[in-house]
């Protein structure tokens, strides 16, 4: 379980998970209706996304940001099912060479009646690329850091936010959220459906690393 409420003294905390496993993550096929980088969660994947929504309780999280990435959004479904919470889809949390927007539009409104589109970014998923075909380290740092700052201007009253996004772009995520410079980048191994919470404290909202990769919710 993830103990969020150990302390009380944060203005801000961040939820960070890495989706569920997925079909490409043990060498499955993407079904035909979804786009062939848009793979699912596998069965175990869905377990995990079930998992996960008990390691939080009523009224602990504040809201709900993903990827539009389908294996993202299943992950934190059931836990928006359970708390009653809309998803907010942030295309910023893509993974690292995304090609397309996302879920299909006509999947999301068929599959994740509980999703909506983030405010700050009106452009809807629909297989449009959204993202440089060869994004420079530079580029995937400033939407990381626009994601943490989008986060810290709307959230400063002791809100807790999950976040549902992707293995290879969470070092850049992380090192956004610790303020840490992108020269000195780090690697910082995620697991499927682990999650890392980062809190903010005190006037000048300085950043701390409470935990990394916690997988205690799938025991």
Same mark, same amino acid.
Request: charged share 25%.
């Given at each position: 379980?993830?103990?969020?409420?150990?302390?009380?003294?944060?203005?801000?905390?961040? *939820?960070? *998970?890495?989706? %569920?496993?997925?079909?490409?993550? @043990?060498? #499955?096929?993407?079904?035909?209706?979804?786009?062939?980088?848009? $793979?699912?969660?596998?069965?175990?994947? +869905?377990?995990?996304?079930?998992?996960?929504?008990?390691?939080?309780?009523?009224?602990? @999280?504040?809201? @709900?940001?993903?990827?539009?990435?389908? +294996?993202?959004?299943? $992950?934190?479904?059931?836990?928006?099912?359970?708390?009653?919470?809309?998803?907010?889809?942030?295309?910023?949390?893509?993974?690292? %060479?995304?090609?397309?927007?996302?879920?299909?539009?006509?999947?999301?409104?068929?599959?994740?009646?509980? *999703?909506?589109?983030?405010?700050?970014?009106?452009?809807?998923?629909? %297989?449009?690329?959204?993202?440089?075909?060869?994004?420079?380290?530079?580029?995937?740092?400033? +939407?990381?850091?626009?994601?943490?700052?989008?986060?810290?201007?709307?959230?400063?009253? %002791?809100? $807790?936010? #999950?976040?549902?996004?992707?293995?290879?772009?969470?070092?850049?995520?992380?090192?956004?959220?610790?303020?840490?410079?992108?020269?000195?980048?780090? +690697?910082?191994? @995620?697991?499927?459906?682990?999650?890392?919470? *980062?809190?903010?404290?005190?006037?000048?909202?300085?950043?701390?690393?409470?935990?990394?990769?916690?997988?205690?919710?799938?025991?």
């Amino acid at each position: 379980m993830l103990d969020l409420k150990e302390r009380s003294d944060y203005n801000l905390q961040l *939820v960070f *998970v890495r989706h %569920g496993e997925s079909l490409s993550n @043990i060498g #499955l096929p993407t079904p035909k209706e979804f786009y062939e980088e848009d $793979t699912p969660l596998s069965d175990y994947g +869905r377990q995990q996304a079930d998992m996960l929504s008990y390691a939080f309780e009523s009224g602990e @999280i504040a809201h @709900i940001y993903s990827s539009p990435m389908t +294996r993202a959004i299943q $992950t934190v479904y059931p836990t928006a099912q359970k708390l009653g919470l809309q998803i907010e889809l942030m295309p910023d949390l893509l993974e690292v %060479g995304s090609l397309t927007a996302g879920c299909k539009k006509e999947l999301i409104e068929k599959l994740f009646p509980l *999703v909506t589109l983030c405010e700050i970014e009106p452009t809807p998923s629909g %297989g449009k690329l959204c993202l440089p075909p060869e994004e420079s380290e530079k580029e995937k740092t400033d +939407r990381a850091k626009r994601c943490i700052k989008y986060f810290k201007n709307l959230y400063s009253n %002791g809100e $807790t936010i #999950l976040v549902a996004t992707h293995g290879t772009f969470f070092s850049h995520l992380l090192c956004a959220a610790l303020g840490v410079k992108e020269d000195n980048l780090f +690697r910082c191994q @995620i697991d499927n459906c682990g999650c890392t919470v *980062v809190t903010y404290r005190g006037e000048n909202r300085q950043a701390f690393l409470r935990t990394a990769n916690n997988t205690n919710h799938l025991k």
